[in-house]
């Protein structure tokens, strides 16, 4: 393909949860020059192409953005203008996605194009219910059906009519007919007792699934509220719902929590939220940056010990050695000492030893622990690399028990830029839980919210605090902490929520 030529992928973004996008269609993304998505495809996979122009193509019932034709020549016009661009779209392109369409309209007009299957929505929303398409003994077949089409069934053949009837009919975009469906099925032969199914929103944090029978199911739908996004589903696999509803089960299932931390910093508590079903709103409320001016110290090797209490820090001591020709191999006779056990597993990973780790996770503790370890402090050496706006509790006890310390600026926490969108949309999201991991974030978020939006956050909020000091600091701004480990780190703090949840009722995600 030549720079002039231009390429179009059809890309198709799966059900709603980012893990199942293909590893062909994350390539496709981060080589993309634009993304045009539709209102399906989960937003969070733009951040794989996150220098492409981003186009809005959503559609609905009642509203369009832009025509299908419009999306058609669309592509056609800016892939001669030599443009990668992805077309991304929800579950599988050629699965009711009017992928069909859009190819042939690419084809016709002589653009170059490749199709990226997806996962589709009528066999990863029923899984993520626990319900299996098909399944010895109860089905040895499925049908997808699509629901805007309420005469369905219309063949003459009664010998494909009874084969599709005896094995799982999967329709989708089936609510708003679902009585009309439900009618049609029963006129066709299959019994009012035949198990049934709505998954809306499959595979997304705020799936939601009801059961009934042929029967029954339009109206329980319709009492619960069930809109689209759904997957209709009709046959005996439904019954195995029960049993095998690994997804809505997770602890933290419907549960809406925010994270405050720096986005560089989040993976790791955002992914155990997520794996436990939680709905998590990024709201990054700190930044980190490397110093304005890079401070001068000793040779790494002359210090008896060297304090690093978090990863940042351990990320920027090693920066800076770098760019002074040392390495690991110059702190072989220093002491190592950390907070934290990620702390501790950044140091591992680099091939070092930890040499003294307090049980608890705050500078009085280590402190403490310093003290048994070697008794007298006094003439040591201490290399104390930190964030610019850190504690001064640590350097100065260390000082009066006759230690010299060298306390090195390794980062710099700031607020970020957060958009008035960015706060309103956290305000409509209405979380349950609020996480703060420094006391920077939680100064930071009510900075940034200000007193009256925190107090709209209140009404249905609670506040977790990874620490007593972050803690403190919430409380001092009106934020009252209801969850605290005792030890202080990510895994306790996600186990401490979790261990709440579970004590209070249970929560059911939003209908909408």
């Known amino acids: 393909m030549s720079a002039a030529q231009g390429k179009v992928w059809l890309v198709g973004a799966g059900p709603g949860d980012p893990g199942l996008l293909t590893l062909r269609g994350k390539e496709c993304l981060e080589h993309a020059d634009v993304v045009v998505y539709d209102s399906l495809a989960n937003e969070a996979l733009l951040e794989f192409a996150p220098d492409a122009e981003r186009i809005y193509a959503g559609k609905s019932t009642d509203r369009h953005t832009l025509l299908q034709d419009e999306i058609n020549q669309l592509m056609v016009n800016l892939a001669r203008q030599g443009k990668r661009v992805v077309r991304l779209k929800g579950g599988d392109p050629f699965v009711f996605g009017r992928g069909g369409e859009e190819a042939l309209a690419l084809a016709e007009q002589g653009v170059a194009f490749e199709v990226v299957p997806g996962i589709t929505a009528g066999i990863a929303a029923p899984a993520y219910a626990g319900i299996p398409v098909t399944h010895r003994g109860l089905a040895t077949s499925f049908t997808f059906i699509t629901g805007h089409d309420a005469q369905v069934f219309e063949s003459s053949d009664e010998d494909v009519v009874d084969l599709m009837l005896r094995g799982t009919l999967v329709f989708f975009m089936g609510v708003h007919n679902l009585p009309r469906i439900a009618a049609r099925l029963e006129t066709l032969g299959l019994a009012p007792t035949t198990p049934a199914a709505v998954v809306q929103w499959g595979t997304a944090p705020r799936q939601r699934t009801v059961t009934g029978t042929l029967s029954t199911i339009a109206e329980i739908a319709a009492s619960a509220g069930i809109r689209p996004p759904a997957v209709v589903l009709f046959g005996q696999v439904v019954t195995l719902h029960e ?36 709905d998590v709103f990024e709201f990054p409320t700190i930044a980190i940056e490397p110093p304005e001016t890079p401070e001068p110290f000793d040779y790494v ?84 690399p930190r964030a610019d706006i850190a504690r001064s509790f640590l350097p100065q006890e260390l000082r009066k028990h006759g230690a010299e310390v060298k306390e090195l600026v390794a980062y710099r926490t700031v607020a970020p830029r957060t958009s008035e969108d960015l706060a309103n949309r956290l305000l409509v999201y209405r979380p349950d839980l609020v996480t703060f991991t420094s006391s920077s974030t939680a100064r930071n978020f009510f900075d940034i919210l200000g007193a009256e939006r925190v107090e709209r956050i209140k009404e249905t909020a609670e506040f977790a605090a990874i620490g007593p000091i972050a803690g403190r600091t919430a409380e001092e701004l009106g934020m009252p902490i209801s969850i605290q480990p005792e030890n202080h780190d990510i895994p306790n703090l996600v186990n401490a929520i979790v261990q709440a949840v579970t004590r209070s009722p249970r929560h059911e995600p939003p209908s909408d």
């Open 243 to 278: 049993r095998l509803s690994w997804f809505e089960s997770r602890p933290l299932f419907g549960k809406r929590v925010v994270v405050t931390r720096a986005r560089t910093q989040a993976s790791d508590l955002v992914r155990q939220l997520h794996e436990l079903g939680a």
């Open 301 to 384: 090797g002359s210090y008896n010990w060297v304090i690093l209490t978090s990863v940042n820090g351990v990320d920027m001591l090693f920066d800076r050695l770098e760019e002074l020709g040392q390495d690991a191999r110059d702190l072989a006779g220093v002491k190592l000492c950390v907070i934290g056990s990620a702390t501790a597993e950044s140091v591992r990973k680099r091939f070092l030893k930890v040499d003294l780790m307090p049980e608890k996770y705050v500078a009085e503790d280590l402190m403490a622990a310093l003290l048994e370890r070697e008794g007298n402090l006094e003439g040591k050496r201490f290399l104390l």
